[in-house]
């Protein structure tokens, strides 16, 4: 291997470190937040959402206005597919919620 490319190699290595340093760090404060409980906001979004239970209620986030706020079609199809995995644990959907900032 030529010293060039020892050198492209070498910064590879680093920057996966890096990243890899940066992802145990975003985990490690979030870390936490998986023995939470549910919020002040999640009576309204999680818990007492008909959208999440209703027969129906996959097309209605998509193609209808009955949101109990602003339209965020993917948000409520993914606390959908969390409520039918889990059911309203909070560490599961707050796990959800931690690997999806990384």
Do not use: H, K
């Amino acid at each position: 291997m030529t010293f060039q490319g020892e050198q492209i190699a070498s910064n590879r290595t680093r920057l996966v470190l890096q990243l890899c340093l940066i992802v145990a760090m975003t985990m490690a404060a979030y870390f936490p937040a998986l023995n939470a409980g549910l919020i002040w906001d999640d009576d309204r979004y999680l818990t007492n959402n008909p959208l999440l239970t209703a027969p129906d209620g996959l097309r209605r986030i998509w193609f209808s206005l009955d949101s109990p706020s602003q339209y965020f079609p993917l948000t409520y199809t993914s606390f959908r597919i969390e409520r039918a995995l889990w059911g309203l644990r909070p560490p599961s959907a707050n796990g959800v919620a931690m690997l999806s900032l990384i």
